[in-house]
C-alpha cells in the first residue's frame, strides 16, 4: 500500500533558493514539453513523454545550461507528470492539460535513488543535507519524495509503500453517513459533525486582505508582502478544513466497520450559486478520498449509494416516498406511518438500511 507523510522543512535562505530554482526549472520543462506536445501534433506526429524528455537532454547542455545547477529529477519528473496529465485526459478523466504559472502549486519530484533520508533530515542533490521538522511516520520502501511551497513555507511529501497489514474487525456496527451544508455529516446513530466552514468565518478577513493586495503597484517589494499575507491567509483556511476532515475520517473508520455514503454529483451542486461557496467549504470530494482510504486501512468496508437514491424522500420506518419534498424542508411528516423525521437523519437511516 502506498501512502505519504507531508512534513515541514526547516529550510535557510540559501535551501529555500535552491528550492526555487528546483521548482522554476520544473514548470519550464513542463511547459516547454506542452508546447511540443502541441506542435508536433500538429504536424502530424505522434510523440509520449519518453520521447519529449530525451529531446531535452539533448538540447539542455546548449539551449538550456541553468538546468544543471538542479537535480536533473526536476525536467524529467516534470515531463512525467506531463505524460500522466494527458492519459488522464485521453481516458476522460481530467481536461486537457494547461500551461503553468509561476507562484502557482510550486514544487519538483525526486526519485528514490536521488535523496536520503536519515532520522529528521533528509538528503538533496546539488544541495546537501535539509532539517525536517518532524521524523518520518512509516515505514517500509521509500518510493519518491515532492517537494513543495505554501506561503512560503516548504514542505516535503514522502511516499512510503508499507506491508501494512490491517486488522479487520467484526461486529463493530454498520454506519450511514450524511453530508450537508450545514452540518457536514449527519450519522445514523444521532451524531452530528458541524463542518469547521473556515472559509465562511474568515471571508471578512480575506475580502480586506485581497482587496489590499489588488491595490499593489505589480512587481513592487509591497506586493510581494502582501501575496504572502494573503497566501497565508489562505494556507490556515485550508488547514483548519482538513484538519476537521482528518478528526472526523479517522473517528468513523476507528468506530465502525461498514460506512455507507452517497455518491454526490458535486460538480453539479456546484452550479447553484447559492450553494456553491458552502458546499465548497465543506470539501466533499476530500472528505470521500480520507475515509476511502483509512478505511481500507483498518480492514473495513466502505459502501457507495447509487447517485438517483432518494435517501432524503424515504421513509426510513414504513418505505414510503414523499415526492413533495422540497430542499427547504429540514423536517417532514410521513403520511402513512405519520412518523416525523429529521431531514438530514432519515437520509442517514437509509443510507444504513
Known amino acids: 500500500m502506498l ?39 500538429i504536424l502530424g506526429l505522434k510523440t509520449n513523454e519518453m520521447a519529449l524528455r530525451r529531446q531535452l537532454n539533448s538540447i539542455k547542455k546548449e539551449q538550456f545550461p541553468w538546468m544543471l545547477e538542479v537535480t536533473k529529477n526536476a525536467p524529467q519528473m516534470a515531463i512525467i507528470n506531463l505524460g500522466e496529465a494527458f492519459k488522464r485526459f485521453f481516458k476522460g478523466i481530467s481536461k486537457y492539460p494547461q500551461f503553468k504559472k509561476k507562484g502557482h502549486s510550486d514544487s519538483f519530484s525526486l526519485t528514490n535513488d536521488q535523496f536520503k533520508l536519515s532520522e529528521n533530515k533528509i538528503k538533496i542533490p546539488h544541495l546537501g543535507w535539509v532539517k525536517l521538522c518532524e521524523k518520518l511516520r512509516f515505514s517500509g520502501k521509500i518510493i519518491s519524495a515532492t517537494i513543495s511551497r505554501i506561503a512560503q513555507k516548504w514542505f516535503v511529501s514522502i511516499t512510503v509503500e508499507t506491508n501494512f497489514i490491517p486488522q479487520i474487525t467484526e461486529n463493530q456496527g454498520v454506519v450511514g453517513i450524511d453530508l450537508g451544508v450545514k452540518t457536514l455529516a449527519t450519522l445514523s446513530n ?14 471578512k478577513k480575506l475580502k480586506r486582505v485581497s482587496r489590499s493586495l489588488s491595490r499593489k503597484v505589480k512587481g513592487s517589494k509591497n506586493r510581494f508582502k502582501a501575496k504572502y499575507v494573503c497566501a497565508k491567509l489562505h494556507a490556515r483556511i485550508s488547514n483548519i478544513r482538513k484538519d476537521a476532515l482528518h478528526k472526523l475520517t479517522t473517528y468513523v473508520a476507528h468506530k465502525f466497520s461498514t460506512v455507507v455514503i452517497e455518491d454526490l454529483n458535486v ?14 467549504d465543506m470539501s466533499f470530494y476530500e472528505f470521500h478520498r480520507q475515509l476511502e482510504y483509512k478505511l481500507k486501512m483498518h480492514g473495513r468496508k466502505l459502501v457507495i449509494a447509487d447517485r438517483f437514491f432518494a435517501s432524503s424522500k424515504i421513509c426510513s420506518c414504513c418505505g414510503t416516498k414523499n415526492e413533495e419534498l422540497k430542499l427547504s424542508d429540514r423536517e417532514w411528516n410521513c403520511a402513512v406511518c405519520g412518523t416525523i423525521h429529521n431531514r438530514d437523519l432519515n437520509a442517514s437511516l437509509n443510507l444504513k438500511n
Request: overall charge positive.
Open 190 to 203: 444521532g451524531e452530528e459533525m458541524i463542518g469547521p466552514k473556515s472559509h465562511t468565518k474568515l471571508l
Open 267 to 280: 460538480q453539479g451542486m456546484l452550479k447553484n450559486r447559492k450553494f456553491s461557496r458552502c458546499i465548497s
Open 3 to 41: 501512502i505519504s507523510h507531508k512534513i515541514e522543512l526547516s529550510a535557510n535562505n540559501k535551501q529555500s533558493t535552491y528550492f526555487s530554482k528546483a521548482c522554476g526549472t520544473a514548470r519550464f520543462a513542463y511547459n516547454w514539453a506542452l508546447n511540443e506536445w502541441k506542435n508536433q501534433y
